[in-house]
């Protein structure tokens, strides 16, 4: 109720922008949606993708979504890989994701 969802679906410009007043800085300097979209990811507040997946095969999905397309399926693995272990997730990336329904 306090507008959290709304500001930052704002500031990931997924709200109508003719409706809003203002300007978004980051470190100072003003920032496009476009530059945001760079910096950050957005994940919506309820789940989009069936909780089946597992750690890995979610990662993936996105690093196809999200990569540029000169980047390679190899490359987009060993990315996952590196995002894997940057977060220490190798005990779970074979782990599905569950859902509200099925707990992963």
């Known amino acids: 109720g306090a507008g959290k969802t709304s500001l930052l679906d704002c500031l ?8 809003l007043e203002g300007s978004v800085k980051v470190d100072g300097k ?15 507040q309820h789940d989009v993708l069936p909780g089946v997946l597992t ?16 980047m390679g399926d190899t490359a987009r693995r ?3 890989e590196s995002i894997i272990a ?13 859902n509200e329904f099925k707990r992963g």
Do not use: D, W
């Not at 496009?32 to 979209?37: G, L």
């Not at 940057?86 to 569950?98: D, E, P, R, S, V």
């Open 55 to 70: 750690v890995r095969e979610h990662l993936l999905f996105h690093a196809r979504l999200r990569c540029p397309t000169s």
């Open 12 to 19: 990931a410009a997924r709200k109508p922008m003719h409706r």
């Open 78 to 80: 060993e990315r996952v």
């Open 30 to 44: 003003p920032c496009t949606p476009a530059m945001i979209r760079q910096l950050s990811g957005y994940v919506a």
């Open 86 to 98: 940057t977060l220490g997730l190798h005990k779970c990336a074979h782990t599905q994701i569950g």
